[in-house]
């Protein structure tokens, strides 16, 4: 599964066409307020906006109590103000209700029945409190959702983080290096064709790990591993990372070596699914994989460190009946790879040779000239063994030298 068909699965962003729609909404609500009763228009908006906030700010009272008299010292650290945007006390909405009482303080058009409008306000901001606090007013699992992805409080969003900062950023750096150490000590046509010189992280929607390759697929044998990088990390001295190196085989049986591994934060993934504790049914561990996918994608994107030194690989679990997936999907994308790497950045030998067949000295000056290699290629330089000449040549002037004799 690559290309099209991975960016179908992973989840984009959430954009802004919520409040595209709200603020059409209300636009065409006012609007159609404004053509049956124009004069109560600026009376009735300054009450709606009274009861919108005021039952928010109530609300946030009812939280402050609990936090003053709870939490204040373990949650807060005592400090009464930082409190206060916590409970719902924000700028905005302290703003909104302000303006909307000067505005119904200063309108001129009456209100229908000013009585029953302030009883009303009244009310509705006394049982928002109570449906919030009971959940009936509660954010949706969309709300929410959006909430912590925007806020980077998905389980996924750490695991990634962790997994780059504690692991690929040491060791992605140094993994150029031990493939150059571990061919130098194997045979020669070690990573050799269609083979990768990059880590290839695979990552199972399903989140669930084999601890050897081979025992998710027959085609996929265990070659060496890697020369081990030690680094001091965390009081450790000398701490051990190392990879493993696999035979990939195809259907005529031949073998193309790489460096592959799964990506660890997936156990803890599916462990947490079968904790009944942890809360982490499958359908919140599968979106949570996709979420560790995306947000590992970008994070490696942005590295410097990690460029060109990895390859993401999205496995997808819908697989049972074919046996040999996980080869099939890493020889795919090998071969993707040697796609776009090494077709691209060939050199033409040919066209240097025939260029360099003869020395320079005897190819005729037009001749010269005319042998231009195409644009599209690579620049060669380009030896003569002839001496510099002047930039322009004497040239003598029969006729003036007649004249002046």
Known sequence: MCGPAI??????????????????????????????????????????????????????????????????????????????????????????????GLLLYLTEGPLPEKSHCWRLLMLASALYPLFKTLGVLGPSEVEVSDICEGRKMNVAHGLAWSFYLGYLRLVLPRLENSIVAFRASHQAG?????????????????????????????????????????????????????????????????????????????LTLYNMSQESSAGFGEPERRQQVLLFYRTLRDILEQSLECRNRYRLILLNDDHEEDPHFLSKAILRHLQQQEKEEFCLTAHPQQEMECTFARPLSTIPRREYWQHTEPMSREPTLMMSLEPPQPLREAVEITDHYQATA
Not at 31 to 39: G, Q, R
Not at 193 to 210: D, E, M, T, V
Not at 222 to 235: C, K, M, T, W
């Open 7 to 100: 960016e179908a699965l992973v989840p984009r962003p959430r954009g802004n066409l919520p409040k595209v729609c709200a603020s059409l909404l209300a636009a065409i609500a006012t609007s159609s307020f404004v053509l049956l009763s124009p004069e109560r228009l600026c009376g009735v908006v300054a009450m709606v906006i009274l009861v919108l906030t005021l039952g928010p700010l109530l609300h946030g009272l009812c939280l402050l109590a609990e936090e003053m008299f709870n939490h204040a010292s373990t949650r807060h650290q005592g400090r009464g103000l930082q409190m206060l945007p916590a409970c719902g006390f924000g700028g905005r909405t302290l703003l909104a209700a302000g303006m909307a």
């Open 190 to 266: 070690c990573f050799q064709g269609r083979s990768s010189r990059k880590l290839l992280i695979l990552i199972p929607l399903n989140a669930n790990i084999a601890h050897k390759l081979e025992d998710e697929d027959d085609n996929i044998r265990f070659y060496d591993n890697l020369p081990n990088s030690e680094i001091d990390r965390a009081g450790v001295r000398g701490r051990v990372y190392k990879h493993s190196v696999y035979n990939i085989f195809d259907e005529n049986g031949k073998g193309h070596q790489c460096v592959a591994e799964y990506a660890t934060p997936l």
